[in-house]
């Protein structure tokens, strides 16, 4: 399948790889399987992560000082992350490298033995990790609202779980995850570098096309609408920290685009947006406001986040409640349609520089929609929303008896 720059290579036990030739020294590769802590079972709450991090330490053939000096010692660099979908393992290599990154991610991801002194070890190392999360009121707020949001669903807990599910894991636990999560058709590679395609597949299906197909049964729970809600935690804090928003668009609602343009105009990415200018540069009142969009493959949260002080709160609700009533009641202008699009292209394509992250971009995509999103075609789609639709969505999304708010106050 060809999508200009790219080539996605389909092997029989449905492991896919998409290459992007780049001419450059370095290559970044990464590996996405569809499996992340909305995935995990009631009691079994962090699994996800907790994995991501064991898979760093044995193997059936290499030790942890082996994985980790493996890249290393050729100057590359080794990484992981989990969200609430997919886990994900990332390299950064000279080109002559390749072959081991991918021999790598082969044998953590098919080959890892769990052993039971390394669990217990990096139990206490994920310990720490949540009292340090928790110690950050404006991270640890995003987990509280989504809890609110996602009730009874995999998506309301916090990747790193809770620390009383984390401490009963044991060695079949993580097995169990595995069988049920690591589906071959929901694993894809990427790779951006300087190499023919004919050179790539070869490599790809050296390390892959031995793996056995293994595709089990899993059903992800749709979530469920919530009632709107407003919840105030006293927390040992100085400032508030604040959090309103609403249920929104999943992955392949039409309304997708044009929501992410709105959060972009509203308190995205950048200094010059609505809110930004409105209740920091005009007003003084917080440091920090922003707004975020996170699109799930079934469901979607737009919030608006803010910390200040006790005695400014009210001010900036206020403040940020004139803003969403404007939008709703009045939409935007042909002009500010028009800037606002030029803003958000022109970020998009910056964002493409950092290869890194557009090659797990693009893998993503494979995933998700079997083939590779364009620049063009994003683009184009952005050209396509209209006024009307900021304003049907904003009447949306906006609307005040659907919103649903999170206070962490001082403690009296």
Avoid at 284 to 293: D, L
Avoid at 305 to 312: I, L
Avoid at 339 to 350: D, E, N, P, R, T
């Amino acid at each position: 399948m060809k999508n200009i720059e790219y080539e996605i290579i389909r092997l029989d036990n449905g492991i896919r790889a998409v290459f992007h030739r780049q001419s450059s020294p370095i290559t970044h590769t990464c590996l996405v399987v569809n499996a992340g802590s909305r995935d995990e079972s009631e009691g079994k709450f962090g699994m996800a992560h907790f994995i991501e991090h064991l898979l760093f330490k044995e193997t059936a053939r290499r030790s942890m000082q082996q994985i980790l000096n493996h890249l290393e010692a050729v100057g590359g660099d080794l990484n992981a992350y989990t969200t609430k979908e997919y886990t994900c393992i990332h390299a950064s290599i000279l080109k002559p490298h390749l072959s081991k990154a991918l021999d790598l991610f082969e044998d953590i991801i098919f080959h890892s033995t769990f052993p039971e002194d390394e669990m217990a070890k990096e139990k206490g190392v994920i310990a720490d990790e949540m009292a340090s999360y928790l110690d950050s009121p404006e991270e640890s707020i995003i987990d509280d609202y989504e809890d609110i949001i996602y009730k009874g669903s995999g998506l309301g807990h916090n990747i790193l779980g809770l620390e009383k599910d984390l401490q009963s894991f044991s060695l079949s636990d993580v097995v169990d995850f595995l069988k049920q999560n690591y589906n071959t058709e929901d694993i894809v590679i990427g790779i951006t570098g300087d190499y023919d395609l004919k050179t790539v597949e070869k490599m790809v299906r050296r390390y892959f096309e031995p793996v056995p197909s293994n595709i089990p049964e899993r059903k992800r729970i749709v979530t469920a609408s919530v009632e709107a809600t407003h919840l105030e935690i006293p927390k040992p804090i100085n400032q508030v920290h604040y959090m309103v928003g609403a249920p929104a668009y999943g992955m392949f609602d039409e309304r997708k685009t044009g929501l992410l343009l709105l959060n972009n105009m509203l308190g995205g990415f950048g200094m010059s947006s609505i809110l930004n200018l409105s209740i920091r540069e005009k007003h003084g009142i917080a440091y920090t406001i922003e707004s975020n969009y996170t699109v799930f493959s079934d469901a979607g949260l737009f919030t608006i986040y803010f910390g200040t002080d006790e005695e400014k709160v009210k001010r900036a609700k206020k403040l940020v409640f004139r803003e969403l009533d404007k939008l709703r009641e009045k939409g935007v202008t042909e002009g500010q349609l028009r800037k606002a699009k030029h803003k958000f292209k022109g970020q998009i394509a910056l964002a493409e520089e950092g290869r890194m992250s557009m090659i797990i971009a693009v893998t993503k995509n494979v995933m998700d929609y079997d083939r590779v999103i364009s620049l063009q075609e994003v683009f184009e789609k952005i050209d396509e929303v209209s006024t009307a639709d900021l304003l049907n969505i904003s009447q949306d999304i906006f609307d005040p008896s659907g919103l649903t708010s999170l206070a962490f106050v001082p403690e009296d």
